[in-house]
């Protein structure tokens, strides 16, 4: 009678321990865990998206028809420099994707620093907008850098 | 071995509350650690000496909602430096807190009384002043702007007076 007595109170310890300690913190961890992943994961756009979202931004232009996709390059924070065609123009595309892909230089649309400064685009799109620049009109640039960060 | 049945209940009752009391507690948890509290109101920046209203900050449209935002900055035109100087010295400073500093939504202040005119070397004029990131982390950035040739260099050194970023822009203006 004793014995039972004392295993009835050891039960009811060891449950309100794990009710209120516990499980709370095995809780809080697993939500942790869950946010940081959320907060660092990396997603990347298919190119399907990317051509799907240019067209749409090109959708009432008069002077360029459907794009298809050349290449894509993802960079740093969800940032995309795009090269697309239509039927017979190449162009660069800049996109970012934060809460959804989003066109930030459409095709045809002139690149320069000024255009799209104070939107934080990565100056590796900028400096690889430039070797393009360079190889299609023989070295005459917007800009030069001297980039060494 | 026979287990009786008052046992096999009350295990079963604290596994059913133990469930019950982890999605309770996730779910509470999961709520508060992904609601953003933003701060709101007017907030004085010791660096830059100057209150900045943190509602306007929050209400900017823009695509990229990483971008850091400037406290005192605008005292820099009082020191002559034009516009189109302090377009390109702000986009740097986009990009070296985005992307060196990998500081999301930072704050980014001119500190008080640093601004320093160099010197001029023929038609280059040269000045620094410093920065502070998330009021700390101080840097000194040096730019060389000439404005008949419409070209300018940025330069951030940090703490220990160490060259961090560099880069070179031919001038457009708006």
């Given at each position: 009678m004793n014995n039972k007595k004392t295993l009835t109170k050891r039960f009811v310890v060891v449950s309100i321990f794990l009710l209120i300690v516990v499980i709370p913190f095995v809780a809080w961890l697993s939500a942790t865990y869950l946010h940081k992943s959320n907060l660092t994961s990396d997603t990347t756009v298919s190119n399907q998206k990317i051509v799907d979202v240019i067209n749409e931004y090109v959708?009432?232009?008069?002077?360029?028809?459907k794009v298809s996709l050349i290449s894509s390059t993802k960079y740093e924070q969800n940032w995309y420099l795009v090269r697309v065609k239509d039927s017979q123009v190449a162009y660069d595309v800049v996109l970012c994707d934060f809460d959804q892909p989003r066109v930030i230089i459409g095709p045809g649309e002139y690149l320069t620093q000024f255009n799209i400064?104070?939107?934080?685009?990565?100056y590796q799109i900028l400096d690889a907008l430039e070797v393009k620049d360079k190889e299609n009109s023989g070295g005459d640039s917007h800009e030069h850098t001297e980039y060494d960060s | 071995m026979n287990i009786p049945n008052t046992i096999v209940n009350r295990y079963t009752v604290l596994f059913v509350f133990c469930l019950t009391g982890f999605f309770f507690w996730f779910f509470m948890f999961s709520f508060f650690s992904n609601s953003e509290v933003r701060k709101t109101g007017d907030e004085y920046d010791k660096l830059s000496g100057v209150t900045v209203s943190l509602d306007a900050v929050n209400s900017a449209e823009t695509p990229n909602p990483n971008l850091p935002f400037f406290a005192g900055f605008e005292s820099l035109t009082d020191f002559g430096i034009s516009n189109d100087d302090l377009r390109y010295i702000q986009d740097v400073l986009i990009n070296f807190s985005l992307?060196?500093?990998?500081?999301?939504s930072a704050k980014i202040s001119f500190v008080?009384?640093?601004?320093?005119?160099?010197n001029i070397k023929g038609l280059d004029s040269v000045y620094s002043f410093r920065f502070g990131l998330n009021d700390s982390d101080i840097h000194l950035i040096r730019v060389t702007s000439n404005s008949v040739d419409r070209k300018i260099t940025i330069v951030i050194f940090d703490s220990s007076n160490k060259q961090v970023f560099r880069r070179g822009f031919d001038i457009y203006s708006v």
């Amino acid at each position: 009678m004793n014995n039972k007595k004392t295993l009835t109170k050891r039960f009811v310890v060891v449950s309100i321990f794990l009710l209120i300690v516990v499980i709370p913190f095995v809780a809080w961890l697993s939500a942790t865990y869950l946010h940081k992943s959320n907060l660092t994961s990396d997603t990347t756009v298919s190119n399907q998206k990317i051509v799907d979202v240019i067209n749409e931004y090109v959708k009432n232009s008069d002077f360029i028809g459907k794009v298809s996709l050349i290449s894509s390059t993802k960079y740093e924070q969800n940032w995309y420099l795009v090269r697309v065609k239509d039927s017979q123009v190449a162009y660069d595309v800049v996109l970012c994707d934060f809460d959804q892909p989003r066109v930030i230089i459409g095709p045809g649309e002139y690149l320069t620093q000024f255009n799209i400064s104070h939107m934080g685009v990565p100056y590796q799109i900028l400096d690889a907008l430039e070797v393009k620049d360079k190889e299609n009109s023989g070295g005459d640039s917007h800009e030069h850098t001297e980039y060494d960060s | 071995m026979n287990i009786p049945n008052t046992i096999v209940n009350r295990y079963t009752v604290l596994f059913v509350f133990c469930l019950t009391g982890f999605f309770f507690w996730f779910f509470m948890f999961s709520f508060f650690s992904n609601s953003e509290v933003r701060k709101t109101g007017d907030e004085y920046d010791k660096l830059s000496g100057v209150t900045v209203s943190l509602d306007a900050v929050n209400s900017a449209e823009t695509p990229n909602p990483n971008l850091p935002f400037f406290a005192g900055f605008e005292s820099l035109t009082d020191f002559g430096i034009s516009n189109d100087d302090l377009r390109y010295i702000q986009d740097v400073l986009i990009n070296f807190s985005l992307y060196n500093a990998h500081l999301k939504s930072a704050k980014i202040s001119f500190v008080k009384d640093s601004f320093k005119n160099e010197n001029i070397k023929g038609l280059d004029s040269v000045y620094s002043f410093r920065f502070g990131l998330n009021d700390s982390d101080i840097h000194l950035i040096r730019v060389t702007s000439n404005s008949v040739d419409r070209k300018i260099t940025i330069v951030i050194f940090d703490s220990s007076n160490k060259q961090v970023f560099r880069r070179g822009f031919d001038i457009y203006s708006v």
